[in-house]
């Protein structure tokens, strides 16, 4: 079949990777010049199935109501500049009790833990090398009572699967010895052990490469703005340009824009932006060479950090305020307080490159994949800040339901169908 992928980001890649395999004729759109330009280049690099928890939970309501008078909080609203977020905000809240939060965290964790097999699998396969580190993820507690409460949520998963081990200072350093020097700014920490990081545009363009040998076609600098559709399928996908392009089947996989191109046939896709600010440093050279090889994640902050090859990634903040994605000093604040305070010698921080990117969430935490509206269109959007962790398995996931096989894993609770 001929197979339209709308989206090359890291999520429309692999879609491109799995149905190339199974021999269809794929054809990747993207507006942006090159694949893996927006949110797929500002991420923090973890591949973190041990940080898998939904964001819609008890304490998410009092924590979004304290962006509102306190800075420095790690998930914040502004109405502002995000006065449609209505609906999707009352879903959120919908999901804020217990008991959804565990399903929602399960499904996700599920998911998480299949797709780092999958990508471990591809990279194998395909002989990919994306600066990847497989030496497992520190999440860093500074506050005792804080620890103590992250042992016990962090248990949970544990209990369904995923491999963790609970440090003080001491394991901390033995773990990481780079942070010996701030031994006694951290009460302790769980050490994801099978949890890796690398740097996702490396992977997808070195990916893409790999479709184009298969015959796969990607055409860049044309944003699709909406689907022709007739006859219940969509028959064709509308550029900016005014041209368009036909196909048998159609797969829709363009981050925050996937709700507006979805809702041209009907499709009403509960995705919203949360911006997200990311920083890339030059790592120092010579003696003081920052010898650091696992990823880290400051639970106060919500900071998090790794090594791609010679430099440094660290990311912070999801803040919705809609879709722009400007940022100023003050946006950063969190992240110039975390090389501060952790790691003031690690890179050279006067030769920074900064960025903010949209982040595509849903209200309840997994993506949405699978069957929607129309009988040949298909969606593999919304994995939030773990589209990297989730992009392998949701595509194998999507292509297999493409070709009418068994999924290696349920799907129940990943379709639209399930959602809120």
Not at 194 to 206: A, H, I, L, P, Y
Not at 323 to 344: A, G
Request: glycine share 10%; hydrophobic share 40%.
């Amino acid at each position: 079949m001929k197979v339209v992928i709308i989206g090359a980001g890291v999520v429309g890649v692999t879609t491109a990777y799995y149905l190339a395999k199974s021999g269809h004729q794929v054809t990747v759109v993207e507006k942006e010049p090159e694949a893996a330009m927006l949110a797929s280049a500002g991420n923090a690099g973890l591949i973190a199935p041990g940080h898998s928890f939904a964001w819609a939970s008890p304490t998410a309501p009092k924590e979004l109501l304290r962006s509102l008078t306190v800075e420095d909080t790690a998930l914040r609203i502004n109405p502002l500049k995000a006065p449609g977020m209505a609906l999707w905000g009352l879903k959120f809240l919908r999901e804020c009790n217990a008991e959804r939060a565990a399903k929602n965290t399960l499904v996700k964790l599920r998911l998480a833990q299949y797709s780092q097999r999958m990508l471990d699998q591809i990279s194998a396969d395909e002989h990919i090398d994306y600066d990847d580190i497989h030496e497992g993820l520190l999440y860093l507690y500074r506050d005792a009572k804080r620890f103590e409460a992250g042992v016990k949520k962090m248990k949970f998963l544990q209990d369904h699967g995923q491999k963790q081990d609970v440090l003080d200072p001491d394991g901390i350093v033995e773990a990481e010895p780079y942070l010996a020097p701030v031994k006694d700014k951290l009460a302790g920490a769980i050490y994801g052990v099978t949890d890796s990081s690398g740097d996702s545009v490396k992977f997808t363009r070195q990916l893409q490469a790999v479709c184009e040998r298969m015959g796969s076609k990607f055409v860049v600098g044309k944003g699709v703005v909406r689907f022709k559709a007739s006859a219940g399928k969509v028959q064709a996908v509308a550029f900016d340009d005014g041209e368009s392009l036909g196909g048998d089947v159609f797969v829709l996989s363009a981050g925050v824009q996937s709700p507006k191109i979805a809702r041209s046939v009907g499709v009403k896709l509960p995705i919203a932006p949360a911006k997200g600010y990311s920083a890339t440093f030059p790592i120092k050279d010579g003696d003081g060479a920052m010898k650091m090889r696992i990823g880290c994640v400051d639970e106060e902050l919500l900071v998090a950090w790794c090594r791609m090859g010679d430099k440094l990634r660290v990311t912070s903040s999801a803040e919705f305020t809609g879709y722009e994605t400007t940022y100023n000093e003050h946006d950063l604040r969190l992240i110039r307080k975390l090389t501060h305070d952790l790691l003031p010698e690690a890179a050279e921080y006067d030769k920074g490159t900064y960025r903010a990117c949209n982040r595509p969430m849903t209200p309840d935490g997994p993506p949405i994949l699978g069957q929607a509206g129309p009988d040949n269109l298909f969606i593999n959007s919304g994995h939030g800040h773990m589209g990297f962790t989730m992009a392998c398995g949701s595509s194998k996931l999507v292509a297999d339901v493409i070709d009418g096989k068994k999924t290696d894993i349920p799907i129940e609770g990943l379709t639209l169908t399930s959602r809120p």
